[in-house]
Each structure stands twice: as C-alpha cells, then as structure tokens.
C-alpha cells in the first residue's frame, strides 16, 4: 500500500468527483504517494456536464483521508507561465516532484465545415503547449538520477478517426509524438516518458443511448471506468515500470472500433 511513500505527483485537470483525474490522484494517493492537482472551474462549467463548484475541494478532502500531503491549486493552463506557477508552488506547497501525470485536455465538437482559428488554438494551448512545457519543466527540474515519471493521457487518435472532434484528435494525436521523442531526450536523467490512452471512458458525460452503443464494442460486457485507467498509471509510476518509456499503451479493455 506504501509504495510510492516519499514521491510526490502532479496531476493536471482534476475537477471532478467522477473524472479520470480525480480516479489517479486516489490511486497515487492509496499507494503513499503525496498530491498536487491542479483544476480550471470555468472549463467544466462551460461544459455540458458541469460540475459543482466545491468539487475540487470535496476531491481534496477524500485524499486527505489517505494521510498523504494535498494540495490543490486553481489553475488556467492556457497562460504562458502556467508551468513556471504550477512547478514553483508545488515546490513551496510539498517538495519536487517526482511524476507528472498530464491529464489536463481541452475539448469541443467541431469538424472541417465548423473549425475557426481561435477554438484550434484553444486546444493547442493546453493539450500540446501546455503539456509540452509541463514536460520541459519537470525534466529541468528533476536531479535524482532515477525514478522520474511522466504519463500523458491521450485519446487513441490513431487507432481510428474520430469524426467530429477535428481539433480535439488533431492536438491530441501531437500527444503521442511528444511522448516518444520526450522519452529519448530525458531517459539520460532517469524519467520514463508514456502515454495512456483510457479508451471511452464513463466520467459521468455519457447519455444513456451512447452507453448502450458502446457496450456491445467492449469484449468483456462493461464500459471503461475511471479507475482502470487509474489502476495502469499507477503501475507506469512504480519502480516495477522503470524499463517502460516511449509507448502509447491502450489501457481500453479491448475496445473495438
């Protein structure tokens, strides 16, 4: 259960009680690990889903039953010093971290006919440059020679199109190039980098119809949840990973497209 006792994570895009986030912080935090999460209200109230604005501190409160240092931060990743801000208060706040986990992304439903300039732009700054300097960051700042980790959530954009979400699977699929090349610049300074895509995943946004649609593509009868996803990066964050850097792992349970 002590397994990551010492090591400190940073987790993006932790807003909901029910979201993938949220699932990974408790995951870390079960096994030791000390969290920093971060969260932007103002994204998750301008989507259809919503959230309860004292979410982020309802998720706080059930890691503080773990008896692990928390902290949260409000945070938007689309300004140009977010990671400086995010990096310099988690140091102050519990320590240098010793994972990132970018789970942070940007979302809306557009297709060639309906794409524009400014909402293309508002998903690259945060699931290609902010992640990106998330990275860059974390690699700068880690000096222990071993045991670093990263995982970047993508959306496995290549394992088919994704029709409708244009500028979504566009930055996102930059995810998994950023991934592979990461992982070869900072495997000297002993990080491994990986990407996990969770595959449909039930966070709460699914009506019922899509549920009933999805179902019969999963072999073993259930939908993802999100402490499967969970369940495989706080494997990819152990010592027992330290040998897996630079793969795209499609934790989805055979999700078929």
Request: hydrophobic share 40%; charged share 20%.
């Amino acid at each position: 259960m002590n397994q990551l006792k010492g090591k400190v994570a940073v987790v993006t895009g932790v807003s909901r009680l029910k979201g993938i986030g949220a699932a990974i912080c408790g995951e870390l935090a079960k096994a030791g690990c000390d969290i920093f999460f971060t969260y932007w209200t103002d994204y998750d109230l301008s989507m259809p889903w919503s959230i309860e604005v004292n979410e982020p501190q309802q998720i706080k409160e059930r890691l503080d039953n773990y008896g692990v240092n928390v902290y949260a931060m409000e945070l938007d990743l689309t300004e140009q010093e977010a990671a400086n801000q995010l990096f310099s208060t988690a140091i102050e706040k519990l320590g240098k971290p010793d994972i990132l986990i970018n789970n942070a992304a940007y979302s809306t439903n557009n297709d060639f006919s309906t794409i524009t300039a400014n909402e293309l732009d508002r998903h690259y700054m945060v699931n290609v440059r902010a992640t990106t300097l998330l990275c860059s960051k974390f690699g700068q700042l880690f000096h222990k020679k071993s045991g670093g980790r990263i995982v970047n959530i993508t959306s496995g954009q290549f394992q088919g199109p994704m029709p409708g979400e244009l500028a979504y699977a566009t930055t996102k699929g930059a995810v998994d190039a950023l991934t592979i090349t990461l992982a070869a610049e900072l495997a000297h300074k002993g990080i491994t980098v990986n990407a996990v895509n969770p595959g449909p995943t039930d966070t709460g946004w699914m009506t019922n119809d899509l549920k009933d649609y999805l179902l019969n593509k999963f072999p073993f009868g259930r939908i993802g949840e999100p402490q499967d996803v969970a369940k495989t990066i706080k494997f990819l964050v152990s010592d027992d990973a330290n040998w897996i850097t630079g793969q795209i792992i499609h934790s989805e349970g055979g999700f078929q497209r």
